[in-house]
């Protein structure tokens, strides 16, 4: 068969694809930027990779018209915008009238439990969308679900970031709403199944595990599988903009998402029934089973997929390859080059830098420049790195997103997506036993100027200290060019 997968690079689209592969089908997935697809050369004649804006109606025409199914998996919470709800009424509208013009038979749809009587904005519009795709001239079928626990997903990391990071938690009343979670595993599972399953057809299905738990109780179970005892208070008030806040700060969720978040966080999300689990057979994970699976993926560094890296979340806009070009006009250079010894091994380090591991070098100022941008709204360092040792396009790296990862030719190229008075690349290139270190600032007005040169000083240690770490002293300076001003 012949699949349609929109949202081919998010969290649940990375996840589903490969099942979809095992299964035989051919698969046509829609994403903003071909760049950031990778695809496994295994599949490579299975796989079609269409460039696609569903805000864009007039993108739509690249979806072959022979498409049998098609899982619509897009959503904007992530969205610093306002109107998130209106631009996924948008792209509901746009995607149905394109399936109403193509040989579709099957239309699956991801959407979030929604019966409590007051919704959130967020759930809302997950309701309207429902009700746009079902108009279409094909059979449908939504799946609702509520909290989705796996490594990288948006939930499981907010928890685990709350628990790991405060051992005394005092929270508002949702902390006592109820909530169905549902292990990834499982979700997967049930959107796999339920694609030409006649018994969908034009049915709604709440899916989610079999533990009904308060937010409080997550939270609590969730320290308690880790082996940290963590205390928790629910307040008897709702403080909405300081839940944002809260959640803002010790975790990687962007404010706008913590502001959506919380508004959600304060409805009931548990589902009618387990209907769909007895039609397919399915006995869905604990939430214990679902947090143990969680933490084998991570432990194995075999995170497919994680929310942090969401095209939305960062100052970066859909299309990498917008920024790819570093600009020369106007800019501040920062150049250093050492010789080295052992290409692989430095590359290796090359590849490692972030994380955990940090940036080799006065770590200490790295992770103070970070909590000033996490006080102003930015994204710090918080997000971390999906794996350990591999970096592709598009994947966010603390403070950075990843433009081009090309091991084999030696050049990682980053972007910085912190709230400054301009723009930053860092790249860093192999060429002939010489690695290559560039550090380039386009400043923005006369705030961007005062920026480069009051932090000078502690760029330069930085930089200089960089590079030799990474290099382990081993080689000598070819050339440091240190700071200019190109073209101003």
Known sequence: MKILLTGATGYIGKRLLPVLMENGHEVVCCVRDKTRMVVDPDWADRIEVIEVDFLRKSSLTAIPIDIEGAFYL?????????GFDLAEAISAHNFKDRMNTTKVKHVVYLSGIANDPKLSKHLSSRRN??????????????????IIIGSGSSSFEIIRNLVEKLPVMIGPLWLLTRSQPIAIRDVIYCLDKVLFKEECFNRNYDIGGPDVMTYKEMLVELGRIRGLKRRVYALPVLFPKLSSVWLFLFTPASYPLACHLVNSMQVEVVARNDRLHRLLGVCPMTFYEAVEDAFVNIRQNSIISSWTDA?????????????????????????????????????????????????????????????????????????????????????????????VADKEKHRLLLYSEMKLPGEVWLEFRITNNTLTQTATFRPKGLSGRLYWYILMPFHLSVFKGMIRKLAKDEGRWTKDEGRRMLDV
């Open 129 to 146: 969308v429902e009700d746009i795709l079902a108009s279409g001239n094909y059979k449908f079928t939504t799946l609702r679900a509520g």
């Open 311 to 403: 095209m939305t979340r960062g100052r970066i806009g859909p299309n990498l390859s917008k920024y790819i070009e570093i600009p020369s006009h106007g800019c501040f250079e920062d150049i250093r080059s050492i010789e080295i010894s052992d290409i692989e091994l430095v590359t290796t380090r090359i590849w490692s830098i972030g994380g955990e591991k940090g940036w080799y070098y006065a770590n200490w100022l790295w992770k103070l420049r970070g909590m000033t941008d996490r006080l102003i709204g930015g994204v710090g360092l918080i997000r971390g790195r999906r794996s350990v040792n591999r970096i592709y396009a598009g994947d966010t790296l603390d403070c950075w997103r990843v433009l």
């Open 74 to 82: 897009i959503h904007s919470m992530t969205s610093t915008a306002k």
